[in-house]
């Protein structure tokens, strides 16, 4: 994968009239019962799930491709996608994901946007942390209960600038990973957000975390010695 690789908006990844049909199955989905609810507000469809979804695999296919110009990664392995849909009573300022974290699973995620995204729809809020902070370590530490506790957030302080919030419109794509420091945006009274979020992973991509996790506890575990 390209080294330091962050983040990236490309902007109409999807023409306007392919949109309008995602965006009439996205709402069709939401009043069926055919796919895993994960929450109120989220839909989960599996690889399996695809194979009766047309425009999303379409979708899936074309995104693939260009997270693999991205981040020079040939070995993609696609995991998942997520429908959203969020409301400002889903809300919440003090809890995660609308706090700058990281994720406990290091995957490479494209989201699309299904309409226009204002800051008044609450767009996912991306940054970049100082290279002094390695959060595949932070992460190999998390114990089960890290959620509870919060042990994935990011103080402000150890970013090295503030979080961008990615405004965009109706096709475009941010490419991410979440190694990402990474927050959702705060929903504003009258508004929503609708967003198609598209999960991978890779083995080079886990085989450079364990790598550099290894590689930095033999340093460590050297100097101890000394």
Do not use: C
């Not at 996790?213 to 100097?223: A, D, H, M, V």
Request: without cysteine; aromatic residues 10%; proline residues 4%.
């Amino acid at each position: 994968m390209k080294n330091k690789f962050y983040f990236t908006k490309e902007n109409k990844v999807f023409k306007e009239d392919f949109i309008s049909k995602v965006l009439k199955r996205f709402d069709e989905i939401y009043l069926e019962d055919n796919y895993k609810s994960l929450s109120p507000n989220v839909k989960e469809l599996s690889v399996n799930d695809l194979l009766s979804e047309p425009l999303l695999l379409s979708m899936l296919n074309i995104i693939k491709d260009r997270f693999k110009l991205i981040t020079e990664k040939s070995d993609l392995n696609f995991l998942k996608i997520w429908l959203v849909f969020s409301t400002p009573n889903l809300t919440k300022k003090d809890i995660l994901p609308y706090k700058t974290h990281f994720d406990k699973q290091r995957r490479l995620k494209a989201m699309v946007y299904l309409h226009d995204i204002d800051l008044e729809h609450g767009p996912i809020q991306l940054g970049k942390i100082k290279n002094s902070i390695d959060l595949d370590q932070k992460r190999k530490e998390l114990p089960d209960d890290y959620q509870k506790k919060g042990l994935n957030s990011i103080d402000d302080l150890l970013l090295d600038s503030d979080l961008t919030p990615m405004t965009g419109k109706a096709g475009d794509v941010i490419f991410f990973d979440t190694n990402t420091p990474h927050k959702a945006g705060i929903i504003k009274d009258g508004f929503n957000r609708k967003i198609l979020r598209f999960d991978f992973d890779g083995e080079t991509l886990i085989q450079k975390t364990n790598i550099l996790s290894k590689l930095k506890n033999e340093i460590r575990n050297f100097f101890e010695k000394i």
